[in-house]
């Protein structure tokens, strides 16, 4: 079992896995596509040890649209190796023919990487602990950027241990968002994010409640999304993803798009307690 109360610094932990992947020598010299890789997201830029079949095996840098170096075997990440994709989100650690299995560090990318979702990571939320197929699994510590730190048991990606005050306090506001907006009839808003200042709303009437889904019928759309949304539409999302409209949502912008942006407030759009920012496949 691995303890986590006591976890060292997971930059210490990061770079002593780098380091033990970087001190490897790679034989092979630079091939594009020489060598055969599992990783749809790592097909390009081959260096290393390649097997007589031209399967990867052994250690290797490679290069598609994320990276990666470390180990393979039979031509899937295998062994330890550090991931890492362009919005800035990386994987170190331990993997099991493709699948991230074992001990590992998982840290999100910076919030203006990412779009705004009830499940969007802070500006550099990091997992450190135990993974299973891909999801954590056993013991791990979630750490979020405004130091709040859920350290416990983790099951099929979803903490199973007792909740941090913060993360209550989130639930509560999560029961009470739902009592708001889960009624037919009721005016709701939803923030599209732009970057991580501003938002366009959207505006519409609660039609129908089908479980964590509403329907909704836009009523306010922005010029802005018009080739997106249209007033007059009904669309089918989550709950998580609209609120009680405010003043300052309702309000009669001008025909500029520019005119229509307003402060987005960074915490409007709540996380399901359960699913914290999953896990890249």
Not at 198 to 214: D, M, S
Request: charged residues 20%; proline residues 4%; aromatic residues 10%.
């Amino acid at each position: 079992m691995i303890m986590l109360k006591r976890t060292p610094n997971h930059n210490i932990l990061a770079a002593l896995m780098a380091s033990m992947i970087s001190t490897t020598a790679f034989a092979a010299p630079d091939r594009l596509n020489a060598c055969k890789v599992a990783d749809p997201e790592l097909q390009g830029t081959f260096v290393g040890e390649c097997d007589g079949w031209g399967v990867a095996n052994g250690y290797a840098s490679v290069q598609g649209i994320a990276s990666y170096v470390g180990q393979f075997k039979d031509g899937k990440k295998h062994g330890y190796g550090v991931k890492t994709w362009k919005n800035g989100e990386q994987y170190i650690g331990q993997f099991y023919l493709d699948a991230k299995n074992g001990f590992g560090i998982y840290k999100w990318a910076p919030q203006a990487a990412r779009y705004a979702s009830d499940t969007r990571a802070g500006a550099r939320d990091v997992y450190i602990g135990e993974f299973y197929n891909d999801q954590r699994q056993g013991d791990g510590a979630y750490e979020w950027s405004s130091g709040d730190v859920y350290r416990g048991k983790w099951a099929a990606d979803k903490f199973i241990s007792i909740p941090t005050p913060m993360m209550q306090l989130q639930a509560r506001h999560q029961n009470a968002l739902a009592e708001a907006v889960k009624k037919p009839g009721t005016t709701v808003c939803q923030a599209i994010q732009e970057g991580t200042a501003r938002a366009y709303y959207l505006q519409g009437i609660v039609t129908a409640v089908e479980g964590n889904n509403l329907l909704v019928h836009l009523q306010q759309v922005p010029t802005t999304l018009n080739g997106t949304f249209k007033a007059g539409q009904t669309v089918r999302s989550s709950y998580l993803n609209w609120e009680p409209c405010l003043p300052e949502n309702t309000k009669t912008f001008s025909e500029s798009a520019n005119n229509r942006k307003i402060a987005a407030d960074e915490d409007a759009q709540p996380f399901q307690v359960d699913t914290i920012a999953p896990v890249r496949d």
